[in-house]
């Protein structure tokens, strides 16, 4: 019998892709929201997802889950796309519809890394001063570092849109210090780049190993090269998980009318 209404899947990354097959393999239906057709093109054709792409804001979110009868919310955006994630948990609590957070595992930083908090903490300290520096922070953090381009050599990886090299220019990165690749990067190639531009330090987000995260810890230790990681945001969820069977369980409890706790 075909359930009725939607559990609704704040997608994008690969984590939200395997997610998602799970949750269709136990019957759900499913509705997955993205921002990006490169992030749309990710999910297989099938008749228990449909895919919606877009920027949403509060009145967007009401309207979805309205009109796709959403029964809960997993959230399995990007572990810094926090806004997406405070608007959705402030709109599931008034509204009453079960919302589970979906946190990809975090990896243990070997003892060539430095953790900072933000990245006000790494602009307010001495780390990238007269250093060769791989910013591989995603584009939007790049205008954080307009006025360190006296003060150091920064070179950034960007994901191959018009959009990110956009931004890396108006951030005042030359075209030569900027290299457009999409993830997953192996460890030859992270080596090769790295040696390529003489670099002496890396900044990273602390993004997981679907991030490429523990590909950048083995060869800064490899290479002798500091790694400084940007924590995640922190935000109070409700309900969080690493677990699959997590989630498979919370789609049980939705389509049950039972409060998942």
């Given at each position: 019998?075909k359930?009725?209404?939607?559990?609704?899947?704040?997608?994008?990354?690969?984590d939200?892709?395997?997610?998602?097959q799970?949750?269709?393999?136990?019957?759900?239906?499913?509705?997955?929201?993205?921002?990006?057709?490169?992030?749309?093109?990710?999910?297989?054709?099938?008749?228990?997802?449909?895919i919606?792409?877009?920027?949403?804001?509060?009145?967007?979110i009401?309207?979805?889950?309205?009109?796709?009868?959403?029964?809960?919310?997993?959230?399995?955006?990007?572990?810094?796309?926090?806004?997406?994630s405070?608007?959705v948990?402030?709109?599931?609590?008034?509204?009453?519809?079960?919302?589970?957070?979906?946190?990809?595992?975090?990896?243990?930083?070997?003892?060539?890394?430095?953790?900072?908090?933000?990245?006000?903490d790494?602009?307010?300290?001495?780390?990238?001063?007269?250093k060769?520096?791989?910013?591989?922070?995603?584009?939007?953090?790049?205008?954080?570092?307009?006025?360190?381009?006296?003060?150091?050599?920064?070179?950034?990886?960007?994901?191959?849109?018009l959009?990110?090299?956009?931004?890396?220019?108006?951030?005042?990165f030359?075209?030569?210090?900027i290299?457009?690749?999409?993830?997953?990067?192996?460890?030859e190639?992270?080596?090769?780049?790295?040696?390529?531009?003489?670099?002496?330090?890396?900044?990273?987000?602390?993004s997981?190993?679907?991030?490429?995260?523990?590909?950048?810890?083995?060869?800064?230790?490899?290479?002798g090269i500091?790694l400084?990681?940007?924590?995640?945001?922190s935000?109070?969820?409700?309900?969080?998980?690493?677990?699959?069977?997590?989630?498979?369980?919370?789609?049980?409890?939705?389509f049950?009318?039972?409060?998942?706790?």
């Amino acid at each position: 019998m075909k359930k009725a209404g939607k559990l609704w899947l704040i997608g994008g990354t690969g984590d939200s892709v395997d997610l998602v097959q799970h949750i269709v393999d136990h019957s759900f239906p499913c509705v997955v929201t993205v921002t990006t057709p490169t992030a749309y093109d990710l999910y297989p054709v099938n008749s228990m997802i449909t895919i919606e792409m877009g920027q949403l804001d509060p009145i967007g979110i009401q309207q979805l889950c309205h009109q796709e009868t959403v029964k809960g919310i997993i959230d399995a955006s990007h572990p810094f796309a926090i806004n997406i994630s405070r608007q959705v948990i402030e709109f599931s609590q008034a509204e009453g519809i079960p919302y589970l957070r979906y946190e990809r595992p975090s990896l243990k930083l070997n003892d060539q890394a430095i953790s900072l908090d933000s990245f006000e903490d790494l602009l307010k300290g001495n780390y990238l001063e007269n250093k060769r520096v791989l910013l591989t922070v995603g584009c939007q953090a790049l205008a954080k570092f307009k006025s360190w381009h006296k003060k150091a050599v920064l070179y950034a990886r960007i994901l191959p849109r018009l959009e990110s090299l956009k931004m890396a220019l108006n951030a005042g990165f030359p075209e030569s210090q900027i290299i457009a690749l999409r993830p997953p990067i192996s460890l030859e190639l992270e080596r090769s780049l790295w040696q390529q531009w003489d670099i002496d330090l890396v900044v990273t987000k602390a993004s997981g190993k679907q991030g490429g995260e523990d590909i950048k810890a083995k060869v800064a230790k490899e290479l002798g090269i500091r790694l400084i990681v940007i924590k995640r945001p922190s935000l109070p969820y409700p309900q969080q998980t690493e677990q699959i069977s997590d989630i498979i369980e919370f789609c049980y409890h939705c389509f049950q009318g039972v409060n998942y706790v």
